[in-house]
């Protein structure tokens, strides 16, 4: 299967939400990001004429003040081409989009055994209230640049 990544486009929109409930069949959160204009990296996985992945990330809090740090979510690929390479692709690509940018560094709430690959390690300093510590994970450009409690967008906390 061919999948081109590019930055999302107003009229993907509805395809994206469509695929967030089938993801997370939690269509109050997901929708909740249209409206915020949160996203500083909102990237599409298209194949043909149809969007089959997504990946957000947006600018996040840390109690010490530290600037530059993106939080990724929520990410998603449709769940018959899941296990294909797809979230893998959007992975890379907007890593490398915050790279461009000037990001910091990179948190996220997920497995371990799935965001390791990518460089992503359990953070000593830093903490999402709420989250077992080794579901709470990081990728800082430079060691030691942030510490404390990390708050994502006010979108993440959406309830409807």
């Not at 990544?5 to 409930?21: M, N, R, T, Y």
């Amino acid at each position: 299967m061919d999948v081109l990544i590019v930055q999302e486009s107003p009229c993907d929109a509805g395809e994206i939400l469509a695929l967030q409930k089938m993801a997370y069949r939690n269509a109050a959160r997901c929708s909740a990001f249209t409206g915020h204009n949160v996203l500083s990296v909102s990237l599409v996985a298209v194949s043909g004429n149809r969007v089959v992945g997504h990946i957000a990330l947006s600018p996040v809090t840390i109690s010490d003040g530290s600037l530059g740090w993106y939080g990724l979510g929520p990410i998603s690929v449709l769940p018959e081409l899941q296990k294909q390479g797809i979230g893998k692709s959007l992975m890379w690509e907007g890593l490398a989009r915050l790279k461009s940018i000037g990001a910091k560094g990179c948190i996220l709430v997920g497995d371990p055994g799935y965001y390791e690959r990518f460089g992503f390690r359990s953070p000593k300093d830093l903490a999402i209230e709420g989250v077992p510590q080794q579901f709470v994970l990081a990728l800082p450009r430079e060691e030691g640049l942030a510490s404390g409690n990390v708050v994502f967008s006010e979108a993440f906390s959406a309830t409807g």
